[in-house]
């Protein structure tokens, strides 16, 4: 068929997509809604995946609050990585050591559900691209909030995602620290997702049930399915492509395909978080299955004594000493002193921001409490710690007085019946019930018990 022929434009005449609407001309590439040819897009898909995330990213964001808490950073200036929070700290109240995998549940939730949500997300995104590109660009104040709205939901969203499977693989690619990155963009992202969800839920939870309803009347007619209505209500999907290419697979099938997708995902992550043979399973991330570290405790390390700038040197039985201070002066100690006060086990796991976690280890060492009564604290109190480490995040780290009282917290001087390793802290390590894995400092220092 012939093209009709097009009247040729004054040279002065603006050029782009606004300009062809203004001619009354159409629109090339995706600004043309025939661009999108589709069939699977449409409101009934991208409501179902909007329903997914709204719960989903619900849990992803209080999980991560909880995980933001776990640090302590109200012990400001030690454990605080964002000193600007202001209000955005209103929430944060001192870490429990009960139960002591607290962390272990509630990052390790957040991680996997993060990851198993990428198909889903990306799956929305790809769902609601025409939406992005229709034109005018804004036709009210109220459209243009929206449009902001969506722009900062977008944007943050895939900072938020990329930023944490970085981390999760421990490819630090981004510039500055991971911490203040990570929760100012979860804040953005958040606020964006509450004024997204507030104004796009209720047209989701119609667009469900218009469509549960077109299932039924196609069934009992024997009629086959329609589109419902788009959000604006006029009887059409603003979503579905006008002129659709021949379908390959059905909308039920592309969620399947976004669901299978994200069971693989869980399959391959979530084993991290556990022990025994489900271990096996974390094939897709760091420190899944049994990873010995190095001499003879054999379980999972982060960072190793290399990373971290040790010097066999310095934490030799010769040279090494630890420094208690507190209110009645200073107490210095070799690993001979510390082996003639009274020693304390406990079986705790070491759980991390990454979202891996180890099973319950076997420590053994001086509690916390007994070394804080050395320096004339007999009611516990909070403790600053410094490590020798030279490289990495929480070379100098605080705990608060619930933590240095429970009985579980040690300074450990030995794990499964073994002397500690380097990579795991020898001379002497940090730990503490339920607390992040950074906060279990290594290759201990010095310890100031008293107000910081």
Request: glycine share 12%; aromatic share 8%; charged share 20%.
């Amino acid at each position: 068929m012939a093209r009709s022929s097009r009247p040729s434009l004054p040279e002065d005449l603006p050029a782009g997509p606004s300009a062809a609407l203004r001619r009354g001309g159409t629109p090339h590439g995706p600004f043309s809604p025939g661009f999108w040819r589709s069939p699977v897009r449409g409101t009934p898909f991208t409501s179902v995946l909007g329903l997914v995330l709204l719960v989903g990213l619900t849990v992803l964001f209080l999980t991560g609050l909880l995980s933001y808490a776990a640090y302590n950073p109200g012990l400001s200036p030690v454990n605080d990585k964002t000193p600007d929070k202001g209000i955005l700290g209103f929430y944060l109240f001192a870490w429990p050591t009960d139960p002591p995998w607290l962390y272990r549940l509630t990052q390790g939730v957040h991680v996997t559900l993060g990851l198993t949500l990428v198909p889903v997300l990306l799956a929305k995104l790809w769902s609601v691209a025409p939406r992005l590109f229709t034109l005018p660009p804004v036709r009210s104040v109220a459209h243009a909030l929206e449009r902001i709205s969506l722009l900062l939901l977008v944007g943050g969203a895939l900072f938020e995602f990329v930023t944490g499977i970085l981390n999760v693989q421990l490819d630090y690619l981004f510039p500055g620290s991971f911490y203040p990155l990570h929760f100012y963009g979860a804040w953005v992202f958040f606020g964006a997702f509450v004024v997204h969800a507030v104004l796009k839920t209720p047209v989701a939870l119609r667009n469900l049930r218009r469509l549960r309803e077109e299932r039924k009347g196609a069934g009992e007619s024997g009629e086959e399915e329609r589109d419902v209505g788009g959000d604006e209500g006029e009887g059409r999907d603003d979503l579905a492509a006008p002129e659709p290419d021949p379908p390959t697979v059905s909308r039920r099938g592309a969620l399947g395909l976004v669901g299978g997708g994200s069971l693989l995902l869980f399959a391959t992550s979530a084993g991290r978080s556990f022990d025994g043979p489900l271990r096996e399973t974390a094939v897709l991330t760091p420190h899944g299955g049994p990873e010995p570290g190095t001499g003879p405790n054999a379980f999972q390390i982060n960072k190793t004594a290399a990373y971290a700038g040790i010097h066999p040197a310095e934490t030799s039985e010769d040279a090494w000493r630890l420094v208690v201070a507190g209110r009645t002066g200073t107490v210095r100690l070799d690993r001979a002193g510390l082996l003639a006060l009274p020693q304390h086990s406990a079986a705790l796991p070491i759980a991390c921001v990454e979202g891996w976690s180890t099973s319950d280890q076997w420590w053994r060492g001086v509690r916390l409490r007994d070394l804080a009564a050395l320096v004339g604290h007999d009611d516990p109190v909070d403790v600053f710690v410094e490590s020798l480490q030279r490289r990495g995040a929480f070379r100098r780290a605080a705990l608060r007085a619930n933590q240095v009282a429970d009985p579980r917290s040690l300074l450990a001087l030995s794990v499964n019946g073994e002397e500690l390793s380097p990579d795991h802290g020898h001379p002497a390590r940090i730990i503490v019930p339920g607390a992040p894995g950074v906060l279990n400092t290594k290759w201990v220092a010095r310890l100031t018990f008293g107000d910081l």
